[in-house]
């Protein structure tokens, strides 16, 4: 039988208005809103609902709203009675994706993230670090590149390999500006600047990793019952102590996206279900395999076409 997996957008989904059509037509979509405000002590769900989109946009916002976002939409994929095999998440989408496989309880999934935000937030001061997408090269060729210029001096990485052909670096601003013009002489197609607060996914975020494994031993991090196939390996893990220790990893290693979705088609996932708002990680999964399913849950009505869909499966 053909497998599903839930997968979850990270930071750069966010919208304002998201979830809130959800909200007043589901009570447990609703009180994960509730949930929300009350564990992090101020209004989120006022800024995802009402905006403005400057504000759900910064780090320590974006994080914890789509984080809720999902979760409350998810809820409703449970009260159909739809469960996956298998989750994934990109980025902050992890931490969805460990609500719902059972490893992270949603209230302090939320405190941690917001956490996570801010210490992503405060690890490069601003303007000293960024990120850029490289389309159209090859992730060996790119790395090379990646490596020589950091080994002059200017550090740079690979932060997310998201699909063939689409590739984002991150890194001191120097390293990314020259990182980008050497891929462009090796052939990269554009080299798009990132409109983002840090160099996320790079060793630079080093400081905040250390600072996050004080606000991880606060909580209760339990063995996942759904596995969840994490960025750092792209490999399932249920491991309690496995899961926190990638979750530390993350925050400077890549995020292997391409690899994740290569590795729950060899699973034997033949549908993917975003769960959040948007559609960029369904997109990214047809161009690394156009021949598996994609379905999209972001309010009551692609909610409702879903679980039809999955029903017929």
């Known amino acids: 039988m053909e497998k599903i997996a839930f997968v979850f957008p990270g930071q750069g989904s966010q919208t304002v208005g998201m979830g ?15 949930l929300a405000d009350e564990t992090l002590g101020f209004s989120l769900s006022k800024v995802i609902f009402e905006g403005p989109q400057e504000t759900l946009t910064l780090t320590t916002n974006a994080q914890p709203a789509l984080l809720t976002t999902s979760v409350a939409l998810l809820k409703g994929l449970e009260e159909a009675g739809i469960r996956p095999d298998y989750t994934a998440g990109h980025s902050l989408g992890e931490y969805s994706a460990l609500v719902a ?5 949603f209230k302090d999934a939320v405190y941690t993230v917001r956490k996570r935000g801010e210490y992503m937030e405060e690890a490069v001061p601003s303007g000293e670090g960024t990120m850029a997408a490289v389309l159209g090269l090859d992730r060996s060729i790119l790395h090379d590149i990646c490596q020589h210029v950091t080994g002059a001096g200017d550090p740079v990485q ?8 689409q590739i984002v670096i991150s890194g001191t601003v120097a390293g990314v500006q020259k990182a980008g013009d050497r891929a462009k002489e090796a052939g990269a197609k554009r080299v798009l600047p990132l409109q983002v607060s840090g ?16 606000v991880l031993d606060e909580i209760n991090v339990k063995d996942a019952e759904i596995p969840v196939v994490v960025n750092v390996t792209a490999a399932p893990e249920t491991d309690s102590a496995m899961i926190r220790k990638k979750l530390i990893e993350q925050l400077y290693s890549p995020v292997l996206w391409e690899d994740t979705v290569e590795k729950l088609i060899k699973l034997g996932v033949g549908t993917f279900v975003e769960v959040g708002p948007g559609k960029v990680l369904s997109g990214l999964i047809r161009k690394v395999d156009r021949n598996v399913k994609t ?15 999955l029903r017929g499966n």
């Open 158 to 165: 690979l932060a997310n390999l998201n699909c063939p052909g």
């Open 20 to 34: 809130k059509e959800m909200a007043t037509q589901n009570k447990q979509a609703n009180r994960i809103f509730d």
């Open 101 to 105: 496989s059972g490893a992270l309880d």
């Open 199 to 214: 160099p996320f996914h790079s060793m630079l975020m080093k400081p905040a990793a250390e600072k996050f494994q004080a």
């Open 295 to 309: 379905v999209s849950v972001q309010d009551t009505e692609s909610l409702q076409a879903a679980v039809a869909a």
